[in-house]
């Protein structure tokens, strides 16, 4: 198995701390973004999709989604679950992992793309070479405002968002949190939930 990776970067750091909390270490190249590597016909040829993450494993074939990559790994190496322990908990994990991702990282992802002129003409990750629409920046601050209030309100009383114990949905959340840092959207301070739940996940991941 070889992994392409690019650890600073949210969606790699969502496995990278997956495979830590597992205790797995796999051989990694490193793409680098800032230097565009992912967009070089080497890379491409291995991704055509120009990502990272992307797993290729010992039969040729690749995964190129966290969460696939993570359950495919989850079920190679079930002890320390991650991703639930019961049938309801791992939908739940997924149910999370599916919300925190289309609302809350792709409402940051909107922001720093539509609005950095690092990314002109590269608004979405991937092959297409599509414009910016500066609107999406004031959407994206609108969405990740409500993703704040959702989140501190799911949080009540518990630890973690599923079960009684750290889980890939807590990791999606807490890298997303600090990806919000990236467009300077701080958690409100009255959300007391959800900044007591950055330092509990960040004490055993960091
Ligand atoms: N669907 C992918 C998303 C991966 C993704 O968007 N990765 C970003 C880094 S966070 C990337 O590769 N960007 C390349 C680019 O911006 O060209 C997943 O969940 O793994």
């Known amino acids: 198995m070889h992994l392409y990776n690019y650890d600073p970067a949210p969606n790699p750091q969502r496995l990278v701390y997956f495979m830590k909390l597992k205790g797995l270490e796999l051989p990694t190249t490193q793409i680098d973004l800032g230097a565009l590597e992912q967009l070089k016909p080497e890379y491409?040829?291995?991704n055509a999709s120009g990502t990272v993450p992307c797993l290729v494993i010992d039969s040729g074939e690749q995964l190129t989604e966290v969460i696939a990559i993570c359950q495919y790994l989850e079920l190679l190496h079930p002890d320390t679950p991650l991703m639930g322990a019961t049938a309801l908990e791992k939908a739940q994990v997924l149910e999370w992992d599916?919300?925190?991702?289309t609302t809350l990282l792709s409402a940051v992802a909107d922001m720093l793309r539509n609005g950095n002129p690092a990314f002109e003409g590269r608004a979405l990750p991937g092959p297409l070479n599509l414009a910016q629409i500066p609107a999406l920046v004031e959407r994206g601050q609108v969405r990740i405002q409500h993703c704040w209030d959702?989140?501190?309100t799911a949080l009540e009383?518990?630890?973690f968002l599923v079960g009684n114990s750290v889980t890939l949905a807590d990791i999606d959340l807490y890298v997303a949190m600090n990806f919000a840092?990236?467009?300077r959207e701080r958690v409100p301070e009255t959300a007391s939930n959800l900044l007591a739940f950055r330092d509990r996940v960040k004490a055993l991941l960091d």
């Not at 599916?98 to 991702?101: G, L, N, S, T, V």
Request: proline share 0%; no cysteine; aromatic share 12%.
């Open 44 to 46: 491409q040829a291995i």
């Open 181 to 183: 840092g990236w467009v």
């Open 150 to 152: 959702v989140l501190n």
């Open 157 to 159: 009383g518990k630890d």
């Open 98 to 101: 599916h919300k925190i991702f």
